[in-house]
């Protein structure tokens, strides 16, 4: 969102005679409590879904009483405020965070806005396993009526068990329900003898594509001709492929309709899968492999299958990249949290297509029964690769598979130490990113001494370096020591007698710690320079505030 429409936004709440269940102005002047931003996230966040809204409001840095602002301090580092979208997840049913945390820099002073998401439908959403809601303008426990009104909205009718009333079985591709046929067998080699005697409305009920014999949406969008489409309204039963290079420009591109089942083949052979050759490392790694583990493919284009949101009216996408693949489908992440499904590996108490995914189950296109994400990630480990990185919000799902090592650092943790659980080799991937780590994360890595350094700039521990021989990498990411630095600095005066600011740049940018971004090595200078010039005292500013001269003191 511009910062024109945010701005346009907050005065329009502001303009409002008094507030709602669906927004809440604090002034959080020089902080804030986290339980009570906890409580207010539960309550805004019901009170949403309950009132038909999108989103809710909570914003900083206005006075209740006359709307005026006040400026907010609150987290005024801006990855502090970031992180805090991690640590609202941790206490929040499914690890529902904010969809996003603006700042505003208002000539009033500074705003926070942060964007609420709605409870998903049929889920309640609380903070520490209590739910909150509004009482006009007061926060409270949200009652027994308005729990049991969001619960009962999972009953709601399943889209794609609609039975499409004017399609016969002559709208469903004969191809695609011989296939459907071989695939059933596949998952129930008990059944093999029988299937092979069922007519084919016979087997199409069998397998949960058909209700008694009538066509339904999800038999279109898996069995369906190409030119039975039109039966599902304005959804689409499409999967676009396009490929990219490596400036982002399409080169290529394909699109399949329904049936879906075969579709799904004719996508994956339009993938370039090329062999990838790692860097040699002794005899820890292979020559090669294919880029990407076949299973993960299928598995990821068949999620966006399952759970695309058809009432949504768009397509499913595959997006090839020389090193890395993209899939998007319409639609929020059900279970809410990714670590979560994998973690608990178990089958999702909530399906947006439960006709769909059931018939899906039966055609061995997915497991209902849970793991097939868990499997992605334990993939992506046997070869030492990124762990699958999802993007979640209300609107779509997009999940990236990279292609290659990106970090020989961690693929060596992997390959060195076996015993890392899941949730350990998810949190050191965020490592490898650059990615911001919850505070348990950050604690439980620091416990089993797998990470150093300080917040947020984590980086693979002495203590895994040692077991990895990494000892010559850990020392580059660490650094040397300040004095180090503040003696090349003043041998370069000694030297050439005086340095501008460009000179001390040059003079150490290549040579401060890796770990820190551009923005980080100049301020660690400027510490530097303060430091010698007011506290040690060995050089002073000949030049100007904005054009200094630094010379040694006398």
């Given amino acids: ?113 942060f964007q609420i998401p709605a409870a998903p439908k049929g ?36 889209w794609s068990a609609i039975i499409v009333r004017d399609a016969d079985i002559s709208d469903l591709d004969p191809s695609a329900i011989g296939k459907a046929r071989k695939n059933y067998k596949d998952k129930f080699p008990s059944l093999s003898g029988d299937v092979d005697l069922w007519d084919d409305l016979t087997f199409l009920n069998k397998a949960k594509l058909t209700i008694k014999g009538k066509i339904t949406r999800a038999a279109i969008i898996l069995l369906g001709r190409a030119e039975s489409e039109h039966f599902i309204g304005h959804a689409e039963a499409k999967i676009r492929w396009v490929l990219k290079d490596a400036k982002g420009n399409d080169k290529d591109y394909h699109i399949e309709s ?47 299958i399952a759970h695309q949101d058809y009432a949504k009216g768009g397509r499913i996408n595959v997006v090839e990249m020389d090193d890395q693949l993209v899939f998007t489908n319409l639609g929020s992440f059900i279970p809410g949290s990714v670590e979560k499904v994998v973690r608990e590996d178990a089958p999702e108490e909530h399906y947006r297509n439960k006709f769909l995914a059931t018939a899906m189950f039966n055609l061995k296109m997915v497991d209902t029964a849970g793991g097939g994400i868990r499997k992605m990630f334990n993939y992506q480990r046997a070869r030492f690769f990124p762990m699958p990185e999802y993007e979640l919000s209300k609107e779509r799902v997009k999940v990236t598979i990279i292609g290659k090592v990106l970090d020989l650092d961690f693929a060596r943790v992997l390959a060195k130490k076996r015993d890392l659980d899941l949730d350990d080799i998810i949190a050191l991937d965020k490592v490898q990113k650059k990615k911001v780590l ?48 503040k003696t090349l600095i003043l041998e370069y005066l000694d030297k050439y007698k005086q340095a501008s600011k460009e000179d001390i740049d040059k003079l150490l940018l290549d040579i401060l710690p890796g770990v820190l971004d551009e923005n980080q090595k100049k301020n660690k200078i400027r510490n530097l320079i303060y430091a010698m010039s007011k506290k040690d005292k060995t050089i002073i500013n000949r030049g100007t505030n904005r054009y200094p001269q630094w010379v040694r003191a006398s």
Wanted: charged share 35%; proline share 3%.
């Fill in 258 to 304: 329904c049936p879906l089942l075969l579709a799904v083949d004719k996508i994956y052979s339009k993938i370039r899968n090329l062999k990838y050759r790692y860097i040699k490392n002794g005899t820890l790694f292979p020559d090669e492999v294919d880029q990407y583990e076949p299973f993960i493919i299928r598995e990821a284009i068949n999620n966006c």
């Fill in 1 to 113: 969102m511009t910062k024109d429409k945010l701005v346009q936004k907050l005065n329009e709440l502001r303009d409002l005679p008094a507030e709602t269940e669906v927004f809440e102005f604090k002034e959080a002047k020089s902080g804030y409590d986290f339980r009570k931003l906890g409580k207010y996230f539960s309550a805004l966040s019901n009170e949403a879904n309950l009132k038909g809204t999108p989103h809710a409001w909570l914003i900083f840095g206005i006075k209740d009483r006359g709307r005026t602002i006040v400026g907010s301090r609150f987290r005024s580092n801006r990855k502090d405020l970031d992180s805090l979208k991690g640590e609202i997840a941790e206490k929040i049913t499914n690890r529902v965070t904010f969809i996003e945390i603006y700042e505003l820099l208002m000539a009033d002073g500074r705003v926070l806005m």
């Fill in 123 to 158: 889920i309640p959403i609380a903070f520490e396993g209590h739910y909150y809601g509004r009482d006009g303008e007061e926060l409270s426990p949200l009652n027994l009526e308005e729990i049991e009104r969001i619960r009962a909205q999972s009953m709601i009718e399943d």
């Fill in 438 to 485: 919850t505070d348990s994360e950050s604690k439980r890595l620091r416990g089993k001494r797998l990470i150093e350094g300080r917040k947020p700039n984590y980086h693979i521990s002495f203590d895994v370096a040692e077991k990895t021989n990494m000892q010559a990498e850990y020392i580059k990411i660490r650094g040397l020591k300040d004095d180090h630095f």
